[in-house]
């Protein structure tokens, strides 16, 4: 075991530590307010490699592990959940899951420009009746020959508005249950394919979430991922990879709220001085830094499972069950500290509480994450 991170890690952190502070912060509040996407940061984000960090480089990405994405992650989202969950999206449910299930001229066409952030991409599973039970699909995807004809409506998708790629996951065969389901690419722009309304958000205000409507969308036969009644497999193991994402986003979360209340503690004054010599405070830092240490290490082995090839469908549950719920509890306290300053939208915290809270619902929800562990402990 060796808990010290390579040269290269290192470096990844500074450069996402530098990014976010640099580019991120500059108009976050009002980002936030606004509900504006982050256009130019994303395009940045891009340039510099961080939407295809995992993708090998022949289909532009930076090729590099997961571990050092999970870093990138947790850097990001210390400033902008908003941006880091566009990263998340695009790195470990679009990119990740062309690159191991797509084939080569699905890898060329649509992998490489996603890799390189010219375009980004979104990931299209939850439905008005088909959040937590994935099974349900009610968006159809009809065999006709050449092409399927897609009908459906989709929720809370992630870069709704602003992709340009969107993997989505349909039922072509419902006696087949699940394996009658499918994984098409659809393109924007497609004929019969619409863009609802952008949701007004508790949190994350500033990421682009939309619900989707297929009119009879036809989609080349070309563009489904894998054989035929793949689509929930791929659903399934892509989500596994997603939640180590998600993962890292609570627990970046978690750290940025912390590091502004540890900050403000040794600043603000009360009774005569700072409020961290005051033990009411200073337990509250110490509990906060004990759980988000422990959320670190769980996202940490999580991404080390999945580098090193191993099934990380428990440990990545683990981690997102547990970082979700450290960054709601320390946001919470990280209010708290900074008393009524906290409540105010210039101090940052609260936007933190308000962006904590998805992680413990977005690809899966914390209740789904006890399926998984429960189900995986009792097979031991």
Same mark, same amino acid.
């Given at each position: ?107 060329? *066409? ?27 699909? %009610? !968006? ?12 459906? !409506? ?62 009879? $969308? ?47 503690? %040794? ?5 005569? !001085? ?69 409540? $105010? *939208? ?18 899966? !929800? ?12 009792? *097979?031991?």
């Amino acid at each position: 075991m060796d808990f010290s991170l390579s040269e290269e890690h290192l470096m990844i952190r500074q450069a996402a530590r530098d990014f976010a502070q640099n580019e991120l912060l500059p108009g976050v509040i009002e980002r936030d307010e606004a509900q504006k996407f982050p256009t130019e940061q994303i395009k940045k984000l891009g340039e510099l490699g961080f939407l295809g960090m995992m993708t090998d480089p022949k289909y532009n990405g930076s090729g590099m592990d997961t571990l050092s994405y999970v870093i990138a992650m947790e850097e990001l989202s210390k400033i902008d959940a908003s941006a880091s969950v566009v990263v998340s999206v695009n790195n470990s449910l679009v990119c990740w899951g062309l690159e191991a299930f797509g084939n080569e001229e699905q890898k060329q *066409k649509y992998l490489a420009p996603l890799a390189s952030g010219e375009v980004i991409g979104a990931f299209c599973l939850s439905e008005p009746e088909a959040g937590s039970d994935a099974t349900s699909q %009610k !968006t159809t995807a009809i065999d006709k020959g050449d092409h399927y004809v897609l009908n459906g !409506t989709k929720n809370w998708i992630t870069n709704g508005g602003t992709a340009s790629t969107y993997i989505v996951i349909a039922q072509t065969d419902r006696e087949k249950g699940h394996k009658g389901i499918n994984a098409l690419i659809v393109e924007k722009g497609m004929p019969g394919f619409e863009i609802g309304p952008k949701e007004n958000k508790l949190g994350i205000r500033g990421s682009d979430t939309h619900s989707l409507n297929f009119n009879d $969308v036809k989609v080349p036969k070309e563009n489904r991922i894998g054989e035929d009644g793949f689509g929930f497999k791929f659903a399934m193991k892509t989500l596994a990879g997603g939640r180590i994402g998600i993962a890292a986003q609570a627990l970046g979360i978690a750290a940025g709220a912390y590091e502004m209340a540890l900050k403000y503690s %040794k600043e603000r004054k009360a009774f005569g !001085t700072e409020i961290s010599n005051h033990q009411a405070i200073a337990f509250k830092l110490a509990d906060m830094h004990v759980q988000i240490e422990a959320a670190r290490n769980l996202v940490y082995k999580s991404a080390w499972e999945k580098d090193q090839g191993m099934n990380y469908d428990l440990s990545g549950a683990i981690a997102k069950l547990y970082a979700s719920q450290v960054a709601m509890d320390t946001t919470i306290e990280a209010v708290q500290i900074h008393g009524g300053n906290g409540f $105010v *939208k210039d101090y940052h915290v609260e936007r933190l509480m308000r962006d904590a809270k998805i992680t413990q619902i977005y690809e899966g !929800t914390s209740e789904i994450q006890k399926i998984v562990i429960s189900r995986s402990i009792l *097979k031991e």
